[in-house]
């Protein structure tokens, strides 16, 4: 079942047995037409339960989103403790680097993500924990979010792509002001990138009997290559965005958003630069006088 658009999947239209999410890795079931450089998997296992992925030419890094996991690698495991939820701040990671195969499995049950970009270069595994995770305040005000950068260069060593997730609080935009990396050239470098989305009652929002948690995510054209997506998202939905403008990720009031972004591309390697849209960049300045939402940061 496709997506709304070729670059919008919602939960269950990119699905391939024990994963409710394969796009972009050297097995998954759904092909998608220009997209070369990242992926990303996402599976739920019932207590005891395990996935594996064989030996490939490609880098991954598993992030737990619920739960505690074991991840088998060349012969040792290695105990990742998870988390409640992706709202609960960081999670201990686990980079794989690359023709490895990998098997993860979770006693008590959980959700489990694995991103991963298409490699050559062999770094070694490498076990990141939650307190070595690099945690950002990035924006001010409205545009607050929070930033975990495990899997971005100044935290890890890898050959092609940059990793990161960002919490963003009932009613702020993040990815904002609208911004690409679809070029290169001086300040800017040409990355694919994944959007995986959660969504949340927000903390301090009153409960009622039956709630909908929605976001929204935009991606639109910045060139003449055609691309618009509006897309209303909730829990394990996913944008891809190949080109273009994209932001902002909106958290709707009521609801916290959360989401996991792969990037990878052609050219320079492991550098994120990039472009705002000039009609919207000014909105930086405005942050020098307003404070961070208090709000954050989202931890246990």
């Known amino acids: 079942m496709p997506g709304t658009t070729q670059w919008f999947y919602p939960l269950g239209s990119a699905n391939d047995g024990a994963w409710q999410v394969s796009l972009g890795a050297s097995d998954s079931a759904t092909r998608v037409e220009g997209w070369a450089h990242t992926g990303l998997k996402v599976a739920r296992l019932a207590p005891g339960d395990a996935v594996k992925l064989g030996a490939e030419a490609e880098e991954r890094i598993v992030v737990p989103l619920e739960g505690a996991f074991t991840v088998a690698v060349d012969g040792t495991d290695y105990e990742l403790r998870g988390r409640g939820s992706v709202f609960a701040g960081p999670s201990d990671v686990l980079y794989t680097g690359i023709e490895t195969a990998v098997a993860i499995s979770s006693k008590e049950g959980g959700r489990v993500a694995v991103a991963l970009a298409p490699a050559k270069a062999s770094y070694p595994v490498r076990l990141i924990t939650a307190e070595e995770t690099p945690v950002d305040l990035r924006g001010a005000g409205v545009c607050s979010r929070q930033v975990h950068n495990f899997g971005t260069p100044a935290a890890l060593e890898a050959d092609r792509f940059i990793v990161c997730e960002v919490i963003t609080p009932a009613g702020n935009w993040s990815s904002y002001p609208p911004h690409k990396h679809d070029e290169e050239k001086d300040g800017e470098t040409s ?79 492991r550098e994120w630069l990039i472009s705002d849209d000039p009609h919207h960049g000014w909105i930086r300045r405005t942050w020098d006088g307003q404070q961070v939402d208090p709000r954050l940061p989202f931890t246990d």
């Open 191 to 269: 990355l694919e990138e994944i959007y995986y989305f959660e969504t949340r009652l927000a903390r301090d929002a009153p409960a009622p009997a039956a709630v909908d948690p929605i976001g929204y995510a935009r991606v639109y054209a910045s060139d003449e290559r055609p691309i618009d997506v509006n897309a209303e998202v909730r829990s394990g939905d996913v944008v891809l965005v190949p080109y273009g403008w994209h932001g902002p990720a909106m958290a709707a009031p009521g609801y916290d958003l959360y989401y996991l972004n792969v990037m990878a591309g052609p050219g320079r390697v």
